[in-house]
């Protein structure tokens, strides 16, 4: 990969003209849509769910909130622990002032301009061509399975990190070939990617893994370079230690749900006639739902290739661009052995789709940069392609409602918006339960009661309130108690004259379960534990130092450059 000065656009307005029509599109995009509440993705009422329970966090000023009380008929639910919730606070608190529907609604036009944003800023450093910027960003931004991940999955998390692969990749075209004092580029993209989605950090390591692996030759060659990636990767750790660390502790606290699944991910490997629909989507309706791909429009820009005759350091970066992304689609295909894998928790192999698309992106904007030199052609192609993204919208839409509406008419109760033991509390698989729990059916049958295992043991008064579980108990002999509390790391129980402490431990069926001693007034109540209380000050001061760190080195080399 190289410096790539090759061709320059000449008209000073490009840039706000690409932005104008990123923010009408962001705009158009989101108002044709419509409210996501009126058929909802796959994950909307979820997510839905940790947008109301961060606005009642801010509200009550209990943040950062572990467990989520409204799930599970009171149950709780460790929401934060396995689902970051960094990026979408902002909107959250928004949510206070606008209702959760609007600030949802926000949060997508938002996130979705940026990342046109973002991709254009990337691609324009690497390329110095504003055209070749501009085509990337609308592609990569606006592709079918962008859409079909925002609307139909309604998978927040991967639809946000979206926004953060352009700085990513921009940080480690610095440390392979660029000036490798932006190192830190690298570490922000994935920091706020980990605080937003952890399998599309995952995939995202893998495919820095191979990017690494084929251009080894640039780090051989300047070793220092291989510091700065490792130095990358090293200040990334505390930084996003608020979550992983939690995310650790709760893990190896207990053996949950997510560790006993059957490995299904060589079940939905993709097969030719899968990439086949992949490659039409945004044009055609899939036999099923469930398929999303790199659409026609992106398909035939990197064919141009076979058009591109010159030989430049441009032209190495669009091939190297290609290429990443061919190794990629084949891997999410059916020729490679996922079944034989231990990686059944990426659940679906097409995830690798968003990264696939980034890079035909690219590559098939520069392309097509070459066909079209002049600026009236370039117009002319533009305009083509935002033609083509506007029928894309509409052929997703129309996609989107047509499966919502059939799956509304045959399971009615998984669209009530309502929390219910028939639609899974819109918890998905309920991955995150502890084993022990027998299952969710368990939790509604059982009640929201306190067990004694010692018959004459009389418990009255039971209340929980903003996480707060309490009640009286008669007792003659010590005696153990299971509680409505699903159980995590954390909890805490005591009597309320707070001196007398009690252990808690996991009873048989993986929820909270003390031992009283005495007759009183019990209070038991989620903590944070240390990891978590210390781990948010490694973070804070690891974010500080990096920004006084870019702070001070940028002036520095401004004073030099004088």
Not at 333 to 347: D, T
Not at 457 to 482: A, C, H, M, Q, Y
Request: charged letters at 15%.
């Amino acid at each position: 990969m190289n410096s790539v000065n090759d061709i320059k656009t000449d008209s000073k307005y490009s840039f706000w003209i690409f932005l104008s029509l990123l923010f009408a599109l962001s705009l158009f995009m989101v108002c044709w849509f419509g409210p996501v509440s009126a058929y909802a993705g796959h994950d909307y009422f979820f997510n839905i769910g940790r947008f109301n329970v961060l606005i009642d966090a801010l509200k009550s000023g209990n943040y950062p909130i572990y467990l989520d009380y409204n799930a599970l008929e009171g149950y709780g639910y460790f929401t934060k622990g396995f689902y970051p919730d960094l990026i979408i606070l902002p909107f959250a608190a928004l949510g206070i002032l606008t209702g959760t529907i609007a600030a949802y609604n926000v949060m997508i036009f938002t996130m979705t301009f940026l990342c046109g944003l973002l991709t254009y800023i990337a691609v324009n450093t690497v390329f110095r061509n504003t055209f070749v910027a501009s085509v990337s960003a609308i592609l990569y931004t606006f592709s079918a399975y962008h859409l079909f991940d925002w609307y139909n999955r309604a998978a927040l998390g991967e639809s946000l990190s979206f926004t953060f692969l352009p700085v990513i990749f921009l940080g480690l075209y610095h440390i392979i070939k660029g000036d490798y004092r932006k190192w830190y580029l690298l570490t922000i993209g994935y920091s706020l990617l980990i605080y937003t989605h952890l399998l599309s950090s995952f995939l995202t390591f893998i495919t820095l893994a191979l990017i690494v692996i084929i251009c080894y030759k640039p780090l051989i060659k300047e070793p220092k370079r291989i510091g700065y990636l490792a130095l990358a990767a090293i200040i990334t750790l505390p930084i996003v230690s608020s979550y992983i660390l939690t995310l650790l502790e709760q893990m190896t606290s207990n053996t949950f749900y997510y560790s006993t699944k059957e490995n299904i991910t060589g079940q939905t490997k993709l097969g030719l006639q899968d990439l086949g629909w992949g490659f039409l989507s945004g044009i055609l309706y899939p036999k099923t739902e469930n398929m999303a791909g790199t659409g026609p429009l992106l398909f035939l820009l990197v064919l141009l290739r076979l058009f591109v005759k010159e030989k430049n350091s441009s032209v190495k970066v669009a091939d190297f661009c290609l290429l990443t992304g061919i190794i990629l689609l084949v891997i999410a295909s059916a020729v490679f052995p996922w079944g034989r894998l231990p990686l059944g928790f990426i659940q679906f192999p097409w995830r690798l789709y968003e990264f696939i698309i980034f890079f035909f992106a690219i590559g098939g904007a520069y392309y097509l940069s070459v066909i079209v030199r002049n600026r009236k052609q370039q117009i002319v192609a533009g305009s083509v392609i935002v033609l083509f993204t506007l029928i894309t919208f509409i052929v997703n839409n129309n996609n989107y409602k047509y499966w919502q509406s059939l799956a509304i008419s045959e399971a009615p109760h998984w669209f009530t918006g309502v929390a219910s033991v028939d639609n899974e509390y819109y918890l998905g698989g309920l991955e995150y339960l502890p084993v022990n729990v027998p299952s969710h059916h368990y939790i509604h049958e059982r009640g929201d009661i306190v067990i004694s295992k010692n018959e004459e043991t009389v418990i009255s008064n039971f209340t929980r309130k903003e996480g707060v579980t309490s009640f009286d108990i008669d007792i003659k002999n010590p005696s153990k108690l299971e509680l409505p509390l699903v159980y995590y790391k954390g909890y805490e129980a005591s009597y309320l004259d707070k001196k007398n402490g009690m252990p808690v431990t996991e009873s048989e069926n993986g929820l909270v379960q003390i031992e009283a001693g005495k007759s009183g007034q019990i209070e038991v109540v989620y903590r944070w534990t240390a990891t978590q209380q210390y781990s948010w000050y490694i973070s804070i001061l690891s974010t500080i130092g990096l920004i006084i760190y870019i702070f001070v080195s940028n002036r520095k080399r401004s004073d030099v450059n004088k």
